[in-house]
């Protein structure tokens, strides 16, 4: 069974670094056709993708956030973690991570199973 | 960026309806979209993908479409448990992008 648990703080302050953890099960971090996605959703608005990890740890991320982020893993613990640099109170969403799959030329499909997201809160 | 346009934003339909929604890519995403189904409180669920692929366990009443940038999504015979936002996604090329939204409310 494919389950995605996101953790992290539910408040921060303008300016701080957010990191959150995406701990997944049922597939592994390595597997050649998965990777791991970072989503977030701003309180009645739409999705918007931050970043994402693929199996051979190529990274990529949204380039408007401006630098501020960064995905890593630990494969030997199945977690992905999301660090976001200098938050802001517009920042403040429902974080979710999601597993990516890729087709047989390794492009990305679609995010075919998501965690049940983190509200993250950006206020002083 | 490519830039997803969803249509309608909203869209009020009966128990037993067929209703499609639109999304339209502001340039060429060969068929790598797919479209997505939240309710209030809960995380997307894929529904379809490769812009015609059902995903596993999702009814045979959602069907994709595409014709060049435009790409569809039918619900025959909606159902109470369809009433939801649906979004589309396009990932052909960074950043991946999502369209704004179309709400299907119970008329």
């Known amino acids: 069974q494919v389950t995605l648990n996101e953790s992290g703080p539910v408040l921060v302050k303008p300016t701080e670094t957010l990191a959150l953890t995406c701990s997944v099960s049922?597939?592994?971090?390595?597997?050649?056709?998965?990777?791991v996605s970072w989503i977030r959703q701003p309180p009645g608005k739409a999705l918007e993708w931050l970043a994402h990890?693929?199996?051979?740890?190529?990274?990529s991320y949204n380039t408007s956030l401006k630098g501020r982020l960064t995905i890593s893993r630990d494969t030997s613990k199945s977690h992905v973690v999301l660090t976001m640099t200098n938050m802001d109170p517009e920042d403040t969403a429902t974080y979710y991570c999601?597993?990516?799959?890729?087709?047989?030329?390794?492009?990305?499909?679609?995010?075919?199973?998501w965690g049940q997201g983190t509200v993250v809160t950006v206020s002083t | 960026d490519i830039r997803l346009t969803q249509s309608p934003s909203f869209l009020s339909a009966s128990v037993g309806d067929r209703v499609t929604i639109t999304c339209r890519a502001s340039?060429?995403?060969?068929?790598?979209l797919a479209w997505y189904q939240q309710k209030p409180g809960e995380a997307p669920k894929l529904l379809i993908y490769?812009?015609?692929t059902l995903q596993r366990g999702v009814p045979s009443r959602f069907s994709g479409s595409a014709s060049g940038t435009e790409f569809t999504l039918t619900v025959n015979s909606l159902q109470p448990e369809d009433f939801a936002t649906y979004y589309c996604?396009?990932?052909?090329?960074?950043?991946?992008?999502f369209g704004g939204g179309t709400k299907v409310e119970i008329k």
């Open positions: 996604q396009q990932l052909n090329s960074y950043p991946v992008t």
């Open positions: 340039r060429g995403i060969s068929s790598y």
């Open positions: 490769a812009a015609s």
């Open positions: 999601a597993r990516t799959l890729l087709d047989y030329s390794f492009a990305i499909d679609a995010f075919d199973f």
């Open positions: 049922g597939f592994s971090l390595t597997n050649p056709y998965m990777g």
């Open positions: 990890i693929l199996p051979n740890d190529e990274k």
